[in-house]
């Protein structure tokens, strides 16, 4: 064979080699017949923050057809979140490895007289649990220096770090709004 024909056979075997094989639904392209490739092992890590509430402690409310969303200045209540995540193998092995998850409840007054502060709930994953529900300490209007007011609540959550000798950066915030509390002065039941 000629160096002509011969480099016209080359080009022409690897022109086979490069062709595409396209068209398998949820895969992408490939380039050759004998190809593998993995992009997503692990999966993506996800979750959804619902259920954000608000809920008065007290035996004796102002009047029995009030709401849970209705407190006493000296009635303990406590601010709770749902968070669950996806159930992919990295987020099985971030559960696994004890994922700090931080929630800060915002509550914010309406009104001149009105205060905002934030009230924060922590834990850490457990191998195998994928739901988490969160939730405040039981703390009172009165020790949080919240006169009687109307106040919407909403909740930032920070997802990380890991807490072992592997220590990861944080990998994920959320946000949900908007809930809200009534207090009212403590005597007027």
């Known amino acids: 064979m000629s160096n002509e024909m011969q480099e016209m056979a080359a080009r022409a075997a690897r022109s086979q ?3 595409t094989v396209v068209g398998v639904p949820g895969q992408r392209d490939e380039n050759t017949l004998s190809e593998t490739r993995s ?30 969303y209705i407190a006493a200045e000296d009635e303990f209540f406590v601010a709770s979140v749902d968070i669950e995540f996806n159930k992919t193998p990295l987020t099985e092995l971030l559960m696994c490895l ?3 998850i931080n929630i800060d409840f915002a ?13 924060g709930a922590t834990i850490l994953t457990q191998k195998g649990v994928f739901k988490y529900s969160l939730k405040t ?17 909403g909740a930032v959550v920070t997802v990380g770090p890991v807490e072992n000798a592997c220590t990861t950066k944080i990998w994920g915030h959320g946000y949900i709004e908007q809930v809200l509390l009534q207090v009212y002065a403590s005597g007027q039941e």
Request: charged share 20%.
């Open 39 to 68: 992009e997503g092992i692990v999966g993506p890590v996800k979750f959804t923050l619902s259920n954000l509430d608000i809920k008065g402690l007290g035996n004796v409310p102002a009047d029995p057809a009030n709401s849970q």
């Open 107 to 119: 509550l914010e007054g309406y009104g001149k007289k009105a205060s905002e502060l934030n009230l």
């Open 137 to 153: 300490i039981p703390t009172r209007p009165v020790d949080q220096n919240m006169p009687a007011g109307l106040y919407a609540m």
């Open 98 to 100: 004890g994922t700090r």
């Open 17 to 19: 080699q490069i062709s």
